[in-house]
C-alpha cells in the first residue's frame, strides 16, 4: 500500500501515492483472510464478470502474507507482481470508491492467474490428461468423487484431498503418505453439513466462520445405531488388539480419524475451495500436502516430485507462492476457543509484551513443532508453523521463515534468544550467528513464560509445565516441572520422579518400554512376572534386553516427563504400544476414558518434592491383571494425574504465597486433564492463566524466549 500524502493548502482530497525508497518502510502486514461474503456473491453470479473465477478476492479478503516477499505492501513486492492488471481491473484498483481500491492480489480471468490439473507421475503417461479452467475443476471433482487423490494448490500450500466417505481412498491416502493413524482433517461445504456429524457450540461456530478459518476440533456426533464397534491397535510388529469399544460412530470417522472422540474440520476458505466443494457435493479430507514430518509443499514443481507418488492427479495454480503456511487448529477448552497450532490467517498477526526489548530480538524456538518469534519494542510476531526440525527441507523453512520475518517486519536482530539444548538445529543456528547477543533459556521456563507474555504479566507465579521434552539444567530431560519463575528467570521447586529412558529417544517412540521401565521402578523383581503377563505379545527376548538396559542403566537417561508417564500406563492398559505418529498413546488413552467412572490411584511424594507415581502403576498393573476394563483404568489415571499436579501447586503456594499459576505444555493439550486442573486449582483460590492465542505445545516457545531476552536485558540495561 502506498504511503498517506499529506494534505497541503492546493489538495483538499485523499489521495495513495507511490510508496518511495529511503523514506521508511512500513512493516503492517497483515495475515491471509478467507474470501469475504461480497466476493462470495460476486463468485455466484453469472453476470458477474468474476463469476466461477477462482482468484476472486478484494481489499477485505484474500491472500496477503504468503505472496509478500517484501516491504512495503505494494503489488511489487508480492507474487502479482508477474500479473498485469487489465483495464477494468486497474480502474478498480485506483478508485477509491471501490472495494478493490489498492487490493494488491486484485485480478480477474482476463489478467490474473489460473487453474491447471494434471496427472501425477504415478499414472502411465497414456492415461494423463492436462485441463485448465472450470473444466479442470469439474475433472478435478470427478476425479475425487471416483475414489482418486489430488493434491489441491491453496492459499499457503498445498492439500492432499480425497472422498472423506470413502474408506478405501483414505486408506490409500494413509498408505502413500505414511500416516497410519493419524487423523485427518476434513473440508465441508458449510456448516449444515458438519452438524449432522459434529457437535458444535457457538464458539466453535464462530470459530469455523472466523476470517481466520481455522481447522476446529469437533467433538463427534455418535450416529443412531445403538450398536458398538472394537478399536483396535496394531504394534510395529503387526500384532493386532483390542483396547476399547465405543457407540457406533457416522460411517465418516472409521478411516479420517479413528480412535478419537474428535475430528478436525474446516470450511473453504478461498473461492477455489468453494468451487471445487459444490462441484464435488461432499465433505472432503483436506490434509497438508507433505510426505510425513517434511514441509508442505508450495510450488507445483515441489508437489510434482513430492507428491508424486501420493496423488493421482494435481489441481494447481500459477500465482506464486511465497510463503508455504500450514491451517491453523483450535478447540474449545474450559469456556474458551484456544489454538493449538498458530499459522495461517493469524500470522504475522503481534502480541504484545509486557516489557519492551531493548533491541531486536530473534527467538529461535525449540526442535519440535518449531515456530520463530521476532520482538521489536513491546511488538512481538510469532512466525508461522515451521513442524520439526529433523531433516534438510525443514532447515531450509526454517532459514526462510526466519528470512522472511525479517525482511517483511523490517526488524533485523541484534539480541538471539536460543533453547538450552546444545544439539537442537535452533541453538546451533544461534551460535552460528555473527554480531549478536545470545540469551539461552530454559525449555519449561520458556513455556512459563509464553503464558506469561500472553497475559501481560510481569512478577512471579507458579509455573506448571507439563510435556514430553525439555533439556534441563542437570541436563537430564525434564516434563513435569513445579517452577517459581518470572520474566528473567526461575528455580525449579519441584518434579515428577525420574525414570530411565530405555533405548534414548526410542523410548519415546515405543511406550511399552517405558512401562517396563515405570514397573521395574514400581514393582522391583516383580516386574518382568507382570510385563510377561500385560505385554505377552512383545517378544520375550526384547523384553529381556529392555529390563538388562535398566539393570545396567545402559543408554537409559533419566526423565521426569509427564509424556513418557502418560506411555507408559497407555501401554499397561493396552491401548497404545507403539507410536504411529506424536502422541498418539496419550491421545488415545484419553478417548478409551469413561469419565464418569469415580476414583483414583495412589500416589507417594519424596523428600525433596518429588511426585512418585510407582504407587499408581502398581495399581494399573493390578487391575489391568484383573481384567478391570480400559475406559475405568484411564480415567483413574487421569483424575490421579490430576490430583499429583494440584497438590504439587498447593505446596509451592504454600512455601512461596503465591497464587498466580502459568500452565503450560503440550501435556495439557489433554482437554480431560487441563479441565481437571483448572477447575480444582479455582476452587482452591488460585488465578490460574492458560494459553488462548498461542499453543501450550512448543509452538509457544518462541514467545517465551523473546519475552525472557526482552526482560532480561531490558532489566540489564535499566528498562
Known sequence: ??????????????????????????????????????????????????????????????????IIFDIPYDRAATTMAGFKMCSHCAAEYHDPASRRFHAQPNACPVCGPHVELVSASRLPKSSRLRKSGEAAITAAAAALKNGRIVAVRGLGGFHLACLASDGAAVGRLRERKRREAKPLAIMAASLDHVRSWARITRSEEAALTSIERPIVLLRKRLSANKGDIHLFYVSREGTRGRFGR?????????????????????????????????????????????????????????????????????????????????????????????????????????????????????????????????????????SHHIGDLKNARAEAFF????????????????????????????TRYAEG??????????????????????????????????????????????????????????????????????????????????????????????????????????????????????????????ASSLGRLFDAVSALAGVCQVHRYEAQAAIELEAAMDSDVPGEYDWAESAGFVIDPAPMIRGVAADRRAGVSVGV?????????????????????????????????????????????????VSNGFDVFLHERVPPNDGGIALGQAYVAAARLGFAGGG
Open 1 to 66: 500500500m502506498g504511503r498517506l500524502h499529506q494534505p497541503t493548502v492546493d489538495e483538499v482530497a485523499f489521495v495513495v501515492l507511490p510508496s518511495e525508497t529511503g523514506q521508511g518502510r512500513s512493516a503492517g502486514i497483515t495475515p491471509d483472510t478467507t474470501v469475504c461474503a461480497d466476493c462470495l456473491r460476486e463468485l455466484a453470479d453469472p453476470a458477474d464478470r468474476r463469476h466461477g473465477y477462482p482468484f476472486i478476492n478484494c481489499t477485505n479478503c484474500g491472500p496477503r502474507y504468503t
Open 246 to 382: 465405543k457407540r457406533d460412530e457416522c460411517p465418516l470417522f472409521s478411516a479420517v480419524a479413528p480412535a478419537s472422540p474428535y475430528v478436525g474440520v474446516m470450511l473453504p476458505y478461498t473461492p477455489l475451495h468453494v468451487l471445487l466443494l459444490e462441484a464435488v457435493g461432499a465433505p472432503l479430507v483436506m490434509t497438508s500436502g507433505n510426505v510425513t514430518e517434511e514441509p508442505i509443499c508450495r510450488t507445483t514443481r515441489e508437489a510434482a516430485g513430492r507428491l508424486g507418488d501420493i496423488a493421482d492427479f494435481v489441481l494447481t495454480h500459477n500465482r506464486p507462492i511465497y510463503t508455504a503456511c500450514d491451517d491453523s487448529v483450535v478447540r474449545e477448552d474450559v469456556g474458551r476457543v484456544r489454538v493449538l497450532r498458530r499459522s495461517r490467517g493469524y500470522v504475522p498477526g503481534a502480541i504484545d509484551l509486557p516489557i519492551a526489548a531493548p533491541r531486536p530480538i530473534l527467538a529461535g524456538g525449540p526442535e519440535l513443532k518449531n515456530t520463530v518469534a521476532l520482538a521489536a519494542g513491546r511488538r512481538c510476531v510469532l
Open 399 to 426: 532459514h526462510h521463515a526466519i528470512d522472511t520475518l525479517s525482511r517483511t517486519l523490517d526488524v533485523q536482530p541484534e539480541i538471539v534468544a536460543h533453547d538450552l539444548h546444545p544439539h537442537y538445529l535452533s
Open 433 to 558: 550467528l555473527a554480531g549478536v547477543e545470545r540469551v539461552a533459556v530454559q525449555h519449561h521456563h520458556a513455556h512459563a513464560a509464553s503464558v506469561m507474555a500472553e497475559h501481560g504479566l510481569t512478577g512471579e507465579v507458579i509455573g506448571l509445565v507439563c510435556d514430553g521434552t525439555g533439556y534441563g539444567e542437570d541436563g537430564a530431560t525434564w516434563g513435569c516441572e513445579f517452577l517459581v519463575a518470572d520474566e528473567r528467570g526461575f528455580r525449579r521447586a519441584g518434579h515428577l520422579r525420574y525414570a530411565a529412558l530405555p533405548g534414548g529417544d526410542r523410548a519415546a517412540e515405543e511406550p511399552w518400554r517405558m512401562a517396563l521401565s515405570w514397573l521395574r521402578q514400581a514393582c522391583g523383581d516383580g516386574a518382568e512376572k507382570i510385563a510377561a503377563d500385560l505385554f505377552a505379545d512383545i517378544d520375550a527376548e526384547k523384553r529381556r534386553v529392555v529390563f538388562r538396559m535398566l539393570e545396567r542403566t545402559v543408554n537409559c537417561p533419566p
Open 633 to 681: 483404568v484411564s480415567a483413574k489415571f487421569h483424575r490421579t494425574v490430576a490430583s499429583f499436579l494440584v497438590a504439587g501447586v498447593e505446596r509451592v503456594r504454600s512455601d512461596t504465597g503465591l497464587a498466580r499459576v502459568a500452565v503450560s505444555g503440550g501435556s495439557f493439550q489433554n482437554a480431560f486433564l487441563l479441565r481437571e486442573v483448572h477447575d480444582r486449582l
